[in-house]
């Protein structure tokens, strides 16, 4: 069964620019959407984003200007980079597969890689 | 961003019947199906109901899930101690050029 891993930093500096991966085993990458969704510590969910397997994407307005994602079929590996970050960016992030329009479920979701936003 | 609006707390005894709401409007559960996700302490969420109503494999038929309008529910039958969790409720937002939006959340308690 598909399941999905995400990495990254786990720090990050103010104004600095936020990166993860998320790798994909046990499926195929193609023909699905793939999500990205955070969560503040404590607090709760909030969908920044998905990508289509072909490159596609839909943001969150609220983070859109900020935003940008990528999918690497060949590797199985999807990229979010989340620019000028603030200590209101610190969350786990998760990557989670997607249904897709019309119903626009997550399932599976990966483990979640906490970020925190820290001079 | 307006969330999904949902009651920040829910509890009941084992073996009774509990229900959480999930309010929304006309831009998003009023014209989009919902789905839930149940977050255990410490651990990613979990896809519990999709399309409003359907189980995934291996989900409890003691869950089940509705929607009325612009408003949706969560039920929870027989509850029992695993049950206890973070419930969310979730729905595409036609609104702009369409997003996901969450409903804040809601902590079942089994007491």
């Known amino acids: 069964q598909v399941q999905v891993l995400e990495s990254g930093p786990g720090l990050v500096t103010p104004s600095e620019t936020l990166s993860l991966t998320c790798a994909v085993s046990?499926?195929?990458?193609?023909?699905?959407?793939w999500s990205w969704i955070r969560q503040p510590p404590g607090k709760g969910l909030e969908w920044i984003g998905h990508?289509?397997?072909?490159?596609?994407?839909t943001y969150n307005p609220s983070l859109k200007s900020r935003i940008t994602t990528s999918v690497d079929t060949s590797k199985k590996q999807l990229t979010l980079k989340l620019s000028s970050v603030t200590t209101a960016d610190t969350a786990i992030y998760y990557c989670?597969?997607?249904?897709?329009?019309?119903?626009?479920?997550?399932?599976?979701w990966g483990q979640g890689t906490l970020v925190i936003v820290s001079s | 961003q307006s969330v999904l609006t949902q009651p920040p707390s829910a509890s009941g005894t084992p073996g009774q019947r509990v229900t959480i709401s999930c309010s929304g409007s006309?831009?998003?559960?009023?014209?989009?199906?919902v789905n839930w996700y149940q977050q255990l302490s410490g651990t990613a969420p979990k896809l519990l109901i999709y399309s409003n109503n359907v189980r995934p494999s291996g989900v409890p038929d003691r869950f089940s899930g509705s929607k009325s309008g612009t408003a949706a529910s969560l039920a929870i039958r027989g509850l029992q101690s695993e049950d206890e969790a973070d419930y969310y409720c979730?729905?595409?937002?036609?609104?702009?050029?369409?997003?996901?939006?969450f409903g804040g959340g809601t902590k079942l308690t089994v007491l």
């Open positions: 006309s831009s998003n559960i009023g014209s989009n199906t």
């Open positions: 046990g499926g195929s990458i193609n023909s699905y959407y």
């Open positions: 979730a729905s595409w937002d036609d609104s702009l050029n369409g997003f996901v939006i």
């Open positions: 989670a597969r997607a249904s897709g329009p019309p119903h626009h479920w997550f399932a599976p």
């Open positions: 990508i289509y397997y072909s490159g596609s994407t």
